[in-house]
T-cell receptor, first 110, second 116 residues
């Protein structure tokens, strides 16, 4: 079973920030949090990962709570092309296989 | 980010025939690759873990004699669906994992298999 829970769906207005939450209350100290997204009929696209600290790259920011039991992916200025299913994944220890949950379907509205 | 390719992107085959899908990591070496299957409106489900130079590890319920996996080099893994049946029709996706932490995976674009 997936080690994360995410809302089933979210809407966001174009140009606004999209904040996607993820709960991972059973995360262990050596497990990373990864975010991927999947646009219809394509393979998942890597977005960002984090261990303890907040992270930012050209696509998004990842905010991880101090107790590491939850995180938020932030798309600062959502566009229509950001409409996708977003997956939050906690790795099995030492880089074992990913377990995908149902993810959050983000719809960016004009 | 790293690039993973799959070939073919889509394939239609007749029931009883075999189909081979290739997965290549284009700009990094991957000792471990994964094969997933995704049915419509469902999430990805791991089928097997492919390690270079050794036998693949299959998830429970996945028939190893039906889904043959070969990982002969650090940049290529293949999945062969043998004696395909209509229920094997699905979206097959591979990923390649970087060696060492944070062990992120990069995914191929997927292969749509339709068995008639």
């Amino acid at each position: 079973d997936a080690k994360t829970t995410q809302p089933t769906s979210m809407d966001c207005a174009e140009g606004r920030a999209a904040n996607l939450p993820c709960n991972h209350s059973t995360i262990s100290g050596n497990e990373y949090v990864y975010w991927y997204r999947q646009i219809h009929s394509q393979g998942p696209q890597y977005i960002i990962h984090g261990l303890k600290n907040n992270e930012t790259n050209e696509m998004a920011s990842l905010i991880i709570t101090e107790d590491r039991k939850s995180s938020t992916l932030i798309l600062p200025h959502a566009t229509l092309r950001d409409t996708a299913v977003y997956y939050c994944i906690v790795s099995q220890p030492y880089g074992q296989n990913f377990v995908f949950g149902p993810g959050t379907r983000l719809s960016v509205l004009p | 980010g790293a690039v993973v390719s799959q070939h073919p992107s889509w394939v239609i085959c007749k029931s009883g025939t075999s189909v081979k899908i290739e997965c290549r990591s284009l700009d990094f070496q991957a000792t471990t690759m994964f094969w997933y299957r995704q049915f419509p409106k469902q999430s990805l489900m791991l089928m097997a873990t492919s390690n270079e130079g050794s036998k693949a590890t299959y998830e429970q319920g996945v028939e190893k004699d039906k889904f043959l996996i070969n990982h002969a080099s650090l940049t290529l893994s293949t999945l062969t669906v043998t004696s395909a049946h209509p229920e094997d029709s699905s979206f097959y996706i591979c990923s390649a994992r970087v060696s060492g932490p944070p062990w992120e995976q990069y995914f191929g674009p997927g292969t749509r298999l339709t068995v008639t």
